[in-house]
């Protein structure tokens, strides 16, 4: 992409999450796919609902990242790591980019329980999606008083968010209020960036689900897809616009993040990312 305005990629109704459909070409998102697949077996981690790969370094008990080197699809071609820095979102961070990428791959009826994603981090996520569509929730932990729950711009919404089972609470035991407080279509090729309160203090999960339906705007107010107008692709927002489903896919997903704490092999790290 060429220079990016984030204003025009903001979410309605936030003031701290963006959308940005195409962050990478069909080109891009084929090599990078194809190197993901091409991967070694052993840096990949089977948890109970999917693979995952942090390839360049990995965290300690006390919340510091180890680094190694990161693969060279994600630093150099096609710089997904330069091109997210480049946005400013990390401006702030200890580091002024994300230093660390999780690779997660999800197949059909595969989700991810609502969690945060704690204090190493600053708090800014970048998440690139490859492959396939899925739906994003973000959630708030349950309220003492229902009528004061915060909306995802409200400087309240320092709350909490999970995902949508009755009685679901987090791993620290709190409840969750199973109703999102922002539900996203993230597109193949597109890039999600969360910050603020709806990082720091709410969680977040995909639904395991082979396929997502999607009632007629008309008919269902209170299900809405936030970004419907910021999507590129027709099949997609034809679906949420008039009504229909959507297949799941493989989807890989590329989420970026700056770990604040970095063992002493951190600096020669970065000084070869940035050279």
């Not at 150099?76 to 200890?94: C, E, N, T």
Request: hydrophobic fraction near 35%; include cysteine; aromatic fraction near 8%.
């Amino acid at each position: 992409m060429g220079e990016v305005n984030l204003d025009e990629y903001l979410v309605p109704g936030t003031s701290s999450t963006y959308y940005i459909p195409d962050f990478v070409t069909e080109d891009e998102e084929e090599y990078l796919i194809r190197k993901i697949e091409e991967a070694p077996q052993p840096w990949w981690k089977r948890l109970n609902n999917r693979r995952s790969t942090s390839p360049g370094g990995d965290l300690t008990k006390k919340q510091t990242l180890i680094p190694q080197d990161m693969p060279v699809f994600v630093n150099q071609y096609p710089d997904i790591l330069g091109r997210i820095r480049d946005l400013g979102v990390f401006k702030a961070s200890a580091h002024g980019q994300p230093n660390h990428v999780i690779m997660n791959e999800y197949a059909p009826g595969q989700g991810i329980m609502p969690h945060e994603d704690g204090p190493a981090y600053h708090p800014v996520v970048a998440t690139l999606s490859l492959g396939a569509h899925t739906i994003f929730h973000y959630y708030q932990y349950k309220q003492d008083d229902p009528s004061s729950r915060p909306t995802p711009s409200s400087p309240a919404s320092a709350s909490g968010a999970d995902t949508g089972m009755m009685g679901a609470s987090s791993a620290t035991g709190r409840p969750i209020d199973p109703t999102p407080i922002l539900t996203l279509l993230l597109e193949p090729r597109s890039l999600v960036i969360t910050t603020s309160s709806l990082y720091q203090s709410h969680l977040h999960g995909i639904d395991d689900l082979m396929e997502d339906s999607f009632a007629p705007a008309s008919r269902s107010p209170g299900e809405k897809i936030a970004n419907v107008h910021l999507l590129r692709g027709k099949a997609e927002k034809d679906a949420v616009l008039n009504g229909g489903f959507l297949e799941r896919g493989l989807r890989y997903s590329l989420t970026c993040r700056d770990v604040e704490k970095v063992t002493a092999a951190g600096g020669a790290l970065f000084k070869k990312l940035r050279g």
